[in-house]
């Protein structure tokens, strides 16, 4: 499994309806969000420049 297959905030697999990726605002890393962190408005952290984003 890749890290385009894992959500950035929690790690859970990205199969399931409602996930989605997106570039990060600052540095245009991949980020990837799961359903349940997108409806929770979990935060997520940029792995390569540290961003933090809800």
């Known amino acids: 499994m890749t890290a385009r297959d894992r ?3 929690c790690n859970a697999t990205l199969a399931e ?6 570039p990060c605002p ?5 980020i990837n ?5 997108r ?3 979990i ?4 792995p ?3 961003f933090r984003g809800p």
């Open 43 to 46: 935060e997520y952290v940029c």
């Open 7 to 9: 959500c950035t905030s």
């Open 48 to 50: 390569k420049c540290g």
């Open 26 to 30: 600052v540095c245009g890393y991949e």
């Open 17 to 22: 309806p409602g996930s989605t990726w997106f």
């Open 39 to 41: 409806e929770q408005s």
């Open 33 to 37: 969000r799961c359903h349940r962190c």
